[in-house]
């Protein structure tokens, strides 16, 4: 497992638990620090999983409202606990963390569902992650990581196409 992934597991751990005791902001980080003292002793992720986890608790109001807009069907009042963390830290990296590009959140967020959730979970976050994120393509809207993605991607294949074509 990754370190990247491995925190966001624990941080994805972590807001499972805030949300069980109801989702208050009062002991955020005693549960981060149980999650870490539990699952990880010595695990030095530079502090991903507290700025993820304290992130999306302050961010909820409208990642749950992204939530609702996105998932047919259904409301965050009615989702499982776990897709419902699991939505909100894959909407939260998806929408707001300029660090992460968007497919490497869609993906990890998919994992994580398949992992924790129940049968369909990885389906299920597929398919809302894949509307939040198609809702921003028709928008015009795109992270500066994405585009530079999409342009590393570009010059690659650029690069590949001038290696297979011979020189007039």
Request: hydrophobic letters at 40%; charged letters at 35%; aromatic letters at 8%.
């Amino acid at each position: 497992m990754s370190n990247r992934h491995l925190a966001r597991t624990m941080a994805m751990q972590a807001l499972y638990e805030w949300d069980f005791r109801g989702g208050e902001g009062k002991g955020i980080d005693e549960i981060v620090q149980f999650v870490r003292t539990e699952f990880a002793p010595d695990f030095e992720d530079g502090g991903y999983v507290e700025r993820q986890v304290k992130a999306v608790v302050e961010h909820r109001e409208k990642l749950d409202e992204l939530l609702n807009q996105h998932a047919p069907n259904w409301t965050v009042d009615t989702m499982t606990l776990i897709d419902r963390n699991v939505l909100r830290l894959g909407v939260y990296e998806l929408k707001f963390d300029e660090s992460i590009p968007s497919i490497v959140a869609i993906n990890e967020a998919i994992e994580l569902g398949k992992t924790f959730g129940g049968d369909a979970s990885g389906k299920f976050v597929n398919g809302v992650l894949g509307a939040v994120y198609k809702a921003d393509v028709e928008a015009g809207v795109k992270k500066p990581i994405d585009i530079e993605m999409e342009k590393k991607k570009a010059d690659k294949d650029k690069k590949a196409v001038e290696k297979v074509e011979p020189a007039a």
